[in-house]
T-cell receptor, first 115, second 113 residues
Framework: DARVTQTPRHKVTEMGQEVTMRCQPILGHNTVFWYRQTMMQGLELLAYFRNRAPLDDSGMPKDRFSAEMPDATLATLKIQPSEPRDSAVYFC?????????????FGDGTRLSIL | TQLLEQSPQFLSIQEGENLTVYCNSSSVFSSLQWYRQEPGEGPVLLVTVVTGGEVKKLKRLTFQFGDARKDSSLHITAAQTGDTGLYLCAGAMTTDSWGKFQFGAGTQVVVTP
């Protein structure tokens, strides 16, 4: 089965450091989402792309977060500088367009700990 | 404040029992999805409902979308230990091909032998 691949699976770093998380969407999917999951807030949408163009990044702290899709096979989420409150599990999901309620296929996440 | 309220937050039952979890909102959704998430993994889609009053069955799981498209329920019959997981509902408020999905906080279900 095709899967969304996220790297790294785990990341521990000190505050102030730059963090880059990568996502390889399922081949042929042209919509990509970035989510953050914490115990307190649950699953929050940070940004999403369609055909590599950012459609909505209103859920993302713009001063330190940035999301890009350099090409159709790679999406990146960067945090610079990182802060302890950024500790969370970050998920990437991809899906096809067309029709209501198209499925989102999630990767297994990057568990980020900022010390 | 969550746009989608899920209840209960936590549910522990024994194998063979039935359970129902709820997803409620004051907003109308164009579609609603249910996911199950296991530890260390991403959520996996179980079902999508788009029509008010719609009922879908997936083996022992029954999903219902409210007539007004503001709420949904998931009923599991004769639960098994493999049903353990975090159940999340997600609603789309627009009719775009890809409206933004808002997720509920989830219901943690534990099924014991």
């Amino acid at each position: 089965d095709a899967r969304v691949t996220q790297t790294p699976r785990h990341k521990v770093t000190e505050m102030g450091q730059e963090v880059t998380m990568r996502c390889q969407p399922i081949l042929g999917h042209n919509t990509v989402f970035w989510y953050r999951q914490t115990m307190m807030q649950g699953l929050e949408l940070l940004a999403y792309f369609r055909n590599r163009a950012p459609l909505d990044d209103s859920g993302m702290p713009k001063d330190r977060f940035s999301a890009e899709m350099p090409d159709a096979t790679l999406a990146t989420l960067k945090i610079q500088p990182s802060e302890p409150r950024d500790s969370a599990v970050y998920f990437c999901a991809s899906g096809p367009t067309g029709g209501l309620g198209r499925p989102q296929h999630f990767g297994d996440g990057t568990r980020l700990s900022i010390l | 404040t969550q746009l989608l309220e899920q209840s209960p937050q936590f549910l522990s039952i024994q194998e063979g029992e039935n359970l129902t979890v709820y997803c409620n909102s004051s907003s109308v959704f164009s579609s609603l999805q249910w996911y199950r998430q296991e530890p260390g993994e991403g959520p996996v889609l179980l079902v999508t409902v788009v029509t008010g009053g719609e009922v879908k069955k997936l083996k022992r799981l029954t999903f219902q979308f409210g007539d007004a498209r503001k709420d949904s329920s998931l009923h599991i019959t004769a639960a098994q230990t493999g049903d353990t997981g975090l159940y999340l509902c997600a609603g789309a408020m627009t009719t775009d091909s890809w409206g933004k999905f808002q997720f509920g906080a989830g219901t943690q279900v534990v099924v014991t032998p």
